[in-house]
């Protein structure tokens, strides 16, 4: 009997220090970074309603960012330079250089698997426009300054895609060990916006075939609450960005830096829908593009969200 209640506590230890078990899913969990020298880890599971609270050593002062990989996450030390690639299912962790003056706003792999010898980690630091790589065992991140500046960046169909000034679009790319950055020109914003938006934010979303600018339009007062979104699609052929008033089958997760989109199986998630959440307020938002409505759910109410990071991640 001892020794099964022996065996029975070390699992529940085990448990309380990993995430939750993913299963089959479709959809992201909003992961919740809060407590003292944020140790704690809340993982909200949107589809069932549910949060499991974990203190995960690995996470313990860490920022979290996705990468291009679903198998892998960036963890950026809140007090120091060091950085790494964590991996939810397995734990493994896979050292990286010190991140010195960087800072991660994005986080893509160059080739689809790290195994890949050519394979680079590419960090894009949109506050001083410079963009880090390396490969893992590297001892220092090259750096490439980036002008005019970046406001956002996206994998996708396997190409890291910069959004610059006045919504041009440019590729970066890593040839002979060099990063190189490719501007694809001006691009014209088809819109219906008839103007006045106190203010905006862009973020750039790989959506099933399309490459998307997902508008964040902020009211004035209060501060910072937003109050819609706009979607654009880029027309490559026609190298314009095109107002959509529907994505279709398809959700995205917004986060303060990069969203992702995916396809729900269940209908408990509303299709052609954007679900986003602020730092400091205890709710995701649902804004719903067809009807322009935008509703409010509160998934953790017992945690203070004035000093937590959120991040929509897939597990």
Not at 203 to 209: I, N, T, W
Request: hydrophobic residues 35%; aromatic residues 10%; charged residues 25%.
């Amino acid at each position: 009997m001892e020794k099964n209640a022996l065996a029975d506590v070390k699992q529940k230890q085990k448990s309380y220090r990993s995430p939750p078990p993913p299963g089959d899913r479709s959809c992201p969990w909003l992961v919740i970074c809060h407590g003292w020298e944020v140790q704690r880890q809340t993982f909200y599971d949107i589809l069932e309603d549910r949060h499991y609270t974990k203190i995960i050593p690995d996470l313990r002062n860490k920022r979290i960012r996705a990468t291009s990989s679903r198998e892998w996450l960036f963890l950026e030390d809140q007090y120091s330079d060091d950085c790494c690639l964590w991996n939810p299912a397995s734990l493994e962790k896979i050292r990286l250089p010190p991140l010195e003056d960087l800072a991660c706003s994005y986080c893509f792999f160059s080739s689809p698997s790290l195994s890949d010898p050519q394979s680079y980690v590419v960090v894009v630091d949109t506050g001083e426009n410079t963009i880090g790589y390396c490969k893992p065992g590297d001892d220092a991140f090259k750096r490439h300054k980036v002008e005019p500046y970046i406001g956002c960046a996206a994998m996708f169909k396997g190409e890291i895609f910069l959004l610059l000034e006045d919504r041009e679009l440019a590729i970066a790319d890593i040839e002979n060990s060099e990063l190189r950055v490719r501007a694809l020109g001006n691009k014209e914003v088809n819109s219906s916006n008839p103007g006045g938006v106190p203010a905006s934010r862009d973020h750039l979303v790989s959506s099933g075939e399309e490459l998307l600018i997902v508008e964040e339009m902020i009211y004035a007062l209060p501060m910072g609450r937003i109050y819609g979104f706009m979607v654009f699609r880029m027309n490559f052929a026609q190298e314009t960005w095109e107002e959509l008033k529907s994505i279709g089958d398809q959700a995205i997760f917004l986060s303060v830096r990069g969203g992702i989109s995916c396809s729900p199986k269940d209908s408990r998630i509303k299709k052609n829908a954007i679900y986003f959440v602020q730092h400091g307020v205890g709710h995701i938002h649902m804004y719903d593009l067809e009807d322009q409505s935008n509703l409010k759910a509160s998934p953790c109410s017992n945690i203070d969200y004035r000093s937590s990071y959120l991040h929509w991640i897939m597990l």
